[in-house]
């Protein structure tokens, strides 16, 4: 099983200012990476796939970067609805795996 | 719009079986395109991927719990099941059906959730 790490678990940051959120696989899942973003009490949502492919109708400040074992999720100028935890996911082999989130909060 | 809604009961005996049903609507589900999976949430923790089912009755399952568990799919009804045998109060969680891309190689990302259903375990 490949296990995800993320990191921090949780970033402060002022609105209007730039997050950047990492993840780490134990073994290479080539691109085969998604970001997903939970709100409370709301299923999480696809923001980013194949790495760095943005779902339908995710805006452009959001993108993500990397391969390999190394990943990236940025949100170029925090809105209000941004702060959420972001949760990144390999779908490489199987057993897919998540790693532990990252809880981007206000500052 | 495809959407997929979770129901089952809320609350389970320890021992016993949970079982939730996932209603896949404004879509077939026996379009090949797709996994259909499950996923829990433990309160207040991450993400646990349990099992897929492909239209044709394919599955896998996580080994963590493949000992205790069954998904199965009904065509007819546009819907897709879980069961999981002797659970304890670790079973506790919210419940994600989720719609899973099919790509050529295998798995591709969790495209459309379930709003998830609260399952607790208890006496």
């Not at chain 1, 973003?37 to 709301?42: C, E, I, N, R, T």
């Not at chain 2, 899973?100 to 959730?113: H, L, N, P, R």
């Amino acid at each position: 099983e490949i296990v995800m790490t993320q990191s921090p678990a949780t970033l402060s940051v002022s609105p209007g200012e730039r997050a950047t959120l990492s993840c780490r696989a134990s073994q290479s899942v080539n691109n085969n990476l998604a970001w997903y973003q939970q709100k409370p009490g709301q299923a999480p949502r696809l923001l980013i796939y194949g790495a760095s492919t943005r779902a339908t109708g995710i805006p452009a400040r959001f993108s993500g970067s990397g391969s390999g074992t190394e990943f990236t999720l940025s949100v170029s100028s925090l809105q209000s609805e941004d702060f959420a935890v972001y949760y990144c996911q390999h779908y490489n082999n199987l057993p897919l795996t998540f790693g532990g989130g990252t809880k981007v909060e206000i500052k | 719009q495809v959407q997929l809604q979770e129901s089952g009961p809320g609350l389970v005996t320890p021992s016993q079986t949970l079982s939730l049903t996932c209603t896949v609507s404004g879509g077939s589900i026996s379009n090949d395109n797709y996994f259909w999976s499950w996923i829990r949430q433990h309160p207040g923790k991450g993400l646990e991927w349990i099992a897929y089912i492909y239209y044709n009755g394919n599955t896998y399952y996580n080994p963590s719990l493949k000992s205790r568990l069954t998904i199965s799919v009904d065509t007819s009804k546009n819907q897709f099941s879980l069961t999981l045998n002797s659970v304890t109060a670790a079973d506790t969680a919210i419940y994600y059906c989720a719609r899973e891309v099919k790509q050529a190689a295998g798995s591709d990302a969790f495209d459309i959730w379930g709003q998830g259903t609260m399952v607790t375990v208890s006496s």
